[in-house]
């Protein structure tokens, strides 16, 4: 049974358009998907609040159902989103960024989910200094990123213009 090897797709030598800038909006975009995971389970949490205060205190009790649920949301969100056509969460879509594996091909949902816990394991079991790998590799890729075979690169619409813009750069 042969092994195929495939070769990295994206190289930061010949392609600098695809890494540029991306360490720093994908901190943004990070930002965003936090906030949007988070507006539901808030949500969900007054409205267990409500629920308790109407049943005289039994309501209450639904407090536990709370963290899987924040688990479970966020796996699927995860999934879902980097495992969609454009591989990307929508922090990473209004960052411009999208995630692809180290041979090009797009995320799946189960590399989004698996994606999600190997970055909130890594972080919470090595500190966030773990982040610090990201500026001694060329492209920009996180520790999770580097045992998963993921990296996350600009879109094509703005690698283009980045690419437009370094042309027109070099032509005046």
């Keep these: 049974m042969p ?5 990295h797709a994206y190289d930061p030598q010949r392609n600098p358009e695809l890494f540029d800038g991306v360490l720093a909006r994908r901190v943004v975009a ?7 995971i988070s507006i539901p389970v808030v949500l969900a949490a007054m409205f267990i609040f409500a629920f308790g205060i109407v049943t005289l205190g039994l309501g209450f009790a639904l407090y536990w159902l709370l963290s899987p649920a924040t688990v479970i949301w966020a796996l699927c ?13 929508i922090g990473m879509r209004v960052m411009d960024l999208e995630m692809r594996t180290w041979y090009g091909a797009p995320a799946y949902f189960v590399l ?4 999600a816990i190997a970055f909130w394991i890594s972080v919470s079991a090595l500190t966030p200094f773990i982040l610090l790998v990201a500026f001694f590799n060329e492209r920009s890729r996180l520790l999770h990123d580097i045992v998963l075979g993921t990296v ?3 879109n ?7 690419r437009a813009g370094r042309a027109g750069y070099g032509a005046a």
């Design 156 to 162: 094509p619409e703005r690698a283009a213009m980045l």
């Design 3 to 7: 092994i195929d090897i495939k070769p």
């Design 30 to 36: 990070f930002v965003i998907d936090f906030v949007v």
């Design 112 to 115: 989004g989910a698996v994606h």
């Design 77 to 89: 969100y995860f999934g879902v989103t980097l495992g969609g056509p454009r591989s990307a969460t």
């Design 152 to 154: 996350i690169i600009n």
